[in-house]
C-alpha cells in the first residue's frame, strides 16, 4: 500500500488560521507581536524565504518588518543594527537571514541576537534549552518536523529515528527534539560507512543532506515514516527533495512532499515562536 502523505501545506494552513485567531486575541490585549527580518545582499533564495516569511506574517497578523542591507555590510554595521533591535521594546523577533557575505562571521551575529528574542531557535543558549528540554525557541524546521509527526499522532518513543545530516539548522536538532520524545537516534553524514545499512533500520527517517533524490526505496525499510527536508533546484528549475518520492511513496507508511512538505512548515513555526515572544515579553512586564 503506498504511504499516506503527510502535506506540510494544509497543516501550516491550519495553524497559521489557528495562530491568527490567537493574535487577534492579543491585539485586544494590546500585545503586537513583532519580528524583524534582516536580508543581506540580493541572494534570490534568501530574498524568496523572506518573501515566504513575510507573507505568513501578513497573513496571521504579526506586524512584520524587512531590513534590508547591502552585501558589503560589515560586521560592526549589523553588531550595531542588532544592538538596536534587542533594545527595541517594540520588536520581538529578530531573525537575520543566512546565509551571511563572507566577511561577516555567522556565529557571532547568532550569539549577538538577544535570547529572549531568538525565534529562530539559533543561539547557543536557545540549542541549551532544547538539550536539556528547559522552555525555550526550538529551532524552526526540526520544530515544524516534530509538528508534522505529532499531526498524525506517529509514534516517536522506542523507534528508530535516523537522521541523514548534522547541520547545526536541521540535522542535530532534529535528532535531539526526537530523543526528547524518547526515540533511539542515529546521525548518518558524509563520512559514514555504509549509508543504506543505517537507514534501512529507520523506523523514521530524516533525509536532510541537500542531494537531489539520493534518498530511494532502497534505503527505506517497509513501513518506515520519511520526512524529506531537502530542497534542491533541478536543472529544469523545479524543486526537489533528497528524497526518491514515487519509489520511496511505495515502501513507506509516511512520506512528505517537496515542495508542500517541511518548508511550508518551517516558516510556521518562525511565526508561532514570534507569538511566543511577544506573550513572553507581556507576561516579563
Ligand atoms: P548542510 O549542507 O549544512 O548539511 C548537509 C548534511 O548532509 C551534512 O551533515 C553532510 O555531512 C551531509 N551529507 C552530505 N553528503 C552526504 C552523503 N553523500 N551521505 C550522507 N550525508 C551527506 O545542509 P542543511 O542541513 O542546511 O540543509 C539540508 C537540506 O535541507 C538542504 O537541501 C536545504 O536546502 C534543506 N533545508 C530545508 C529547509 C526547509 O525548511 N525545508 C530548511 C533548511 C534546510 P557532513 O556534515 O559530513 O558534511
Known amino acids: 500500500m503506498a504511504a499516506e502523505v503527510i502535506y506540510g501545506d ?24 513583532k519580528l524583524v527580518v534582516v536580508l543581506i545582499g540580493d541572494d534570490p533564495a534568501s ?21 534590508t542591507l547591502v552585501d558589503t555590510t560589515s560586521e560592526q554595521a549589523l553588531l550595531d543594527l542588532i544592538e538596536q533591535l534587542n533594545n527595541d521594546e517594540s520588536v520581538n523577533g529578530i531573525l537575520v537571514q ?10 557571532a551575529i547568532i550569539e549577538a541576537i538577544s535570547p529572549e528574542k531568538d525565534v529562530d531557535g539559533f543561539h547557543p543558549i536557545s540549542i541549551g534549552r532544547m538539550l536539556t528540554q528547559q522552555d525555550t525557541f526550538l529551532p524552526c524546521t526540526p520544530f515544524g518536523i516534530l509538528t ?10 522506542g523507534k528508530h529515528a535516523v537522521i541523514v545530516g548534522r547541520s547545526n539548522i536541521v540535522g542535530k536538532p532534529v535528532g535531539q527534539l526526537l530523543l526528547n520524545e524518547h526515540a533511539t537516534v542515529s546521525y ?26 539520493m534518498i530511494d526505496a532502497s534505503f527505506i525499510k517497509p513501513g518506515a515514516v520519511v520526512i524529506d527536508v531537502g530542497v534542491n533546484r533541478t536543472e529544469a528549475g523545479t524543486l526537489t527533495g533528497d528524497v526518491d518520492f514515487e519509489s520511496a511513496k511505495a515502501v513507506a507508511s509516511y512520506i512528505t512532499p517537496v515542495p508542500k512538505g517541511v518548508g511550508p512548515m518551517t516558516i510556521t513555526m518562525l511565526m508561532k515562536n514570534t507569538i511566543k515572544a511577544a506573550k513572553n515579553h507581556h507576561t516579563k512586564k
Open 188 to 213: 548518518c553524514h558524509s563520512r559514514t560507512k555504509d549509508l543504506k545499512a543505517m537507514t534501512k533500520q529507520a523506523d523514521i527517517l530524516i533525509a536532510a543532506v541537500g542531494r537531489e533524490e
Open 10 to 33: 494544509q497543516l501550516a494552513l491550519s495553524l497559521r488560521q489557528e495562530m491568527k485567531e490567537e493574535v487577534t486575541a492579543l491585539k485586544e490585549k494590546g500585545i503586537v507581536p
Open 148 to 157: 508534522m509527526l505529532q499531526s498524525k499522532n506517529i509514534e516517536i518513543a
Open 98 to 107: 543566512l546565509p551571511l557575505p563572507d566577511q561577516i562571521n555567522e556565529q
Open 47 to 67: 530574498k524568496s524565504y523572506v518573501s515566504g516569511k513575510q507573507k505568513a506574517a501578513d497573513f496571521i497578523g504579526i506586524n512584520s518588518e524587512l531590513i
